[in-house]
Structures are given as structure tokens and as C-alpha cells.
């Protein structure tokens, strides 16, 4: 099993929306999936297609208790029409918010709950959604993981944003023995611009070796696969075939497996665009 969470603490990078498509293909390549939404949000449980959940994982986070997330887990809504082995989910809930508090004021073990709770999880890959916040939330969701993901835009902000992260993971991982690694940074949401590549490029410089090369571009067909709580291969429409091989390269890069596809074949024959201020919304 392995376990990736998905972090920035910036909102609006696409970190759920990355979570939903990483998803879409790991489970459409068969791949056994639980995402754990731990964002009081709750936009990833709504994009799986579930609505006010019975079992939450609020319930694991509110004592240290081995393998209590493992009872949690429910299907999504997706359908085996779209995904060879469709994600099972364990939800978030609005009490969330509440529980991030109460484990601020636990000076024991408020850090490695969600990751004694998990433990004892049949799955191929966990994908962990975190809040837009370095809180105890996303503190759990790192503590948890195998590998940590950070998902940003190109852009100057964003590319601050990264730094502060990538030193915090940088922080828990020298602490523990080197755990988790910092599987990579995805940059997501690239548009067809002189100015994304630019972006692209200095996180590269920035933080040699952790930049994927594989990066998902601005596709309107990622929203709208969301908002209709769908994988992205349920949808008929342009761009779900170039959005499927990015977030299918991306997948491949951060569990090194094999057949992955490179970014540049959808990069390629952008050239003419450079001059333009076309966002690459296909
Ligand atoms: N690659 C993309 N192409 C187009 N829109 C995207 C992409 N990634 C994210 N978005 C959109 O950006 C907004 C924020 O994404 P979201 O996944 O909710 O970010 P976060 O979870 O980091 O707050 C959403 O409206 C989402 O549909
Ligand atoms: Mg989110």
C-alpha cells in the first residue's frame, strides 16, 4: 500500500481536483483506491458522489486507535461504466474544522492519528486530500504518508507557497528518519502562455530533482468532471483524452511505475500559442 497525500497550503491550486483525477486513472487502471478527504470542505467527497456520509473520518481522528479509519471506507458514486475498479472513499465531514482544535489541545499523538488509523488498510494506493491550511489536519495527512505531493500553480505566489511547504515536509521528514519523502511537485493548471512555462521553469531551478515532468495543464473538462462528481472518463467532450494522459503520466512518475507517458507529446505544437494569452481551456 502506498500512501500519497496532496498538499499546499494555498486553496484554488487543484489539489482536490488532482486527487479526483489521480484517482480516476489509478482506478481505471484497476488499481484498489481509497481517498480520505480531510478537508472540512468536503469537495473530494462530493466529487466521488457522496452526500452527508454516515462514517466520516472525523470518527478515527477523535482517538488513537489502530486501523480505526478501516470500517470507514465506503464506495464512491462512480460507476464500473467509467473505471475498471471504482474508488472507495472515507468522507469528510464539517466536524472537521471542530477536531483540528481539540487535537491542538492533545499534546499526544495529535500529529500521527489518521496514520495509526489507517494502518491495517487493504489498498494499492491511499490518496490523501488535505484543507488549503498547514493546520493539524494536513500535519496528519503528512504524517501519514509514504510520499507527499505538493500541487501548485505557475505563478509568483504560488511558487513562494511551494518553498514554505516543501521546507516543512523537508522539517518533519529529518525528524523521522526520513518519512515521508517528497515524492514530487505537480504543477497543475498550466496554461498555454509564455508566462506558465516561465513559472514551470523556475519551480525546476527552485527545487532541482522535485519538479515531475509530467504536468497537467488548465482544462475546463477536469471542472466539469468534478462538479458533475464524475471520472474525468465518464465525460464526452475535448481534452478528456489529453487530461487522462497527463494525470496518467503523473500517476506513473509518483509510484515509478512504468508506460509513462510523457507530458511533452501534449506540449508539443504550442509554439504558434506562445505570443497569445490563450489559457489552453480545452
Ligand atoms: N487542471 C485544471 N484545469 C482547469 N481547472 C482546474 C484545474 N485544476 C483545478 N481546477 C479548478 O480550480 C478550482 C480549484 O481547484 P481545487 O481542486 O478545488 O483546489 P484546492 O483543492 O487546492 O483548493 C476548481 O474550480 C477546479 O475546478
Ligand atoms: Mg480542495
Known amino acids: 500500500m502506498t500512501v500519497l497525500t496532496l498538499v499546499n497550503q494555498k486553496g484554488g491550486v487543484g489539489k482536490t481536483t488532482v486527487v479526483l483525477g489521480l484517482a480516476a486513472v489509478a482506478s481505471a487502471r484497476g488499481l ?7 478537508d472540512p470542505q468536503a469537495n473530494a467527497t ?13 470518527q478515527a481522528l477523535a482517538d488513537e486507535r489502530v486501523g480505526s479509519a478501516i470500517g470507514l471506507a465506503m464506495p464512491s458514486g462512480w460507476s464500473t461504466d467509467h473505471v475498471a475498479r471504482p474508488p472507495q ?18 499534546p499526544f499523538g495529535s500529529q500521527d492519528r489518521l496514520r495509526v488509523a489507517l494502518q491495517g488498510l487493504h489498498a494499492d494506493l491511499v490518496l490523501v486530500d488535505c484543507p488549503p491550511a498547514l493546520g493539524l489536519l494536513t500535519v496528519n495527512g503528512i504524517f501519514a504518508a509514504d510520499g507527499v505531493v505538493v500541487i501548485t500553480e505557475p505563478g509568483a505566489w504560488s511558487v513562494d507557497g511551494v518553498a514554505q ?3 516543512n515536509v523537508t522539517r518533519i ?32 531551478e527552485l527545487h532541482p530533482g ?16 468534478a462538479a458533475q462528481s464524475l471520472p474525468i472518463h465518464a465525460l464526452q467532450r475535448d481534452g478528456v483524452a489529453e487530461a487522462v494522459a497527463e494525470l ?20 508539443a505544437g504550442d509554439d504558434s500559442l506562445e505570443n497569445g494569452d490563450f489559457d489552453g481551456d480545452v
Open 32 to 38: 484498489r483506491v481509497v481517498v480520505v478527504d480531510l
Open 46 to 58: 462530493s466529487g466521488l458522489g457522496v452526500w452527508r456520509p454516515e462514517a466520516t473520518i472525523d
Open 89 to 106: 472513499l472515507i468522507a469528510s465531514s464539517p466536524a472537521l474544522a471542530a477536531r483540528e482544535q481539540q487535537l491542538a489541545a492533545d
Open 165 to 167: 511547504i516543501v521546507h
Open 173 to 204: 521528514a529529518e525528524r523521522r528518519g526520513g518519512s515521508p519523502r517528497l515524492a514530487g511537485i505537480v504543477v497543475n493548471k498550466v496554461p498555454r502562455t509564455r508566462d506558465g512555462r516561465y513559472w514551470h521553469q523556475q519551480l525546476a
Open 210 to 225: 522535485l519538479v515531475l515532468d509530467p504536468f497537467i495543464r488548465h482544462r475546463a473538462a477536469l471542472t466539469e468532471a
Open 248 to 267: 496518467d503520466a503523473v500517476l506513473c512518475a509518483l509510484l515509478g511505475l512504468p508506460g509513462a507517458e510523457s507530458s511533452d507529446e501534449t506540449s
